[in-house]
């Protein structure tokens, strides 16, 4: 069983910046595809940004230029760089990992992006 953590949101304000960890339990990143959703109250789940094992790396078109992904396989981590934060990016972020090893969710960390 895989186990993935998030790890570092919280209350910023419009123009700020955030980094999300999600650490995990073994070894994935580098087999399986992750990346990075987030959900507001009400609505869906969206994919925020994801790479796949091989490093191709996709980003929603809300969050191309502003947000990076990326990945240390020696720590087990994958990380989310947010900059130029809107409110309009406030929601709960889940890190997800998926592929031949499983499907793995996070818990979850809120995200708030107010003044």
């Known amino acids: 069983q895989v186990q993935l953590v998030e790890s570092g949101g919280g209350l910023v304000q419009p123009g700020g910046s955030l980094r999300l960890s999600c650490a995990t339990s073994r070894s994935i990143f580098n087999i399986n595809t992750a990346g990075w959703y987030r959900q507001v109250l009400r609505k869906e789940r969206e994919l925020v940004a994801s790479?796949?094992?091989?490093?191709?790396?996709n980003y929603a078109d809300s969050v191309k230029g502003r947000f990076t992904i990326s990945r240390n396989s020696a720590k087990n981590t994958m990380y989310l760089q947010m900059n130029s934060l809107k409110p309009e990016d406030t929601a709960v972020y889940y890190c997800?990992?998926?592929?031949?090893?499983?499907?793995?969710w996070g818990q979850g960390t809120q995200v708030t992006v107010s003044s």
């Open positions: 997800r990992s998926w592929g031949s090893l499983g499907n793995y």
């Open positions: 790479f796949t094992s091989g490093g191709i790396i």
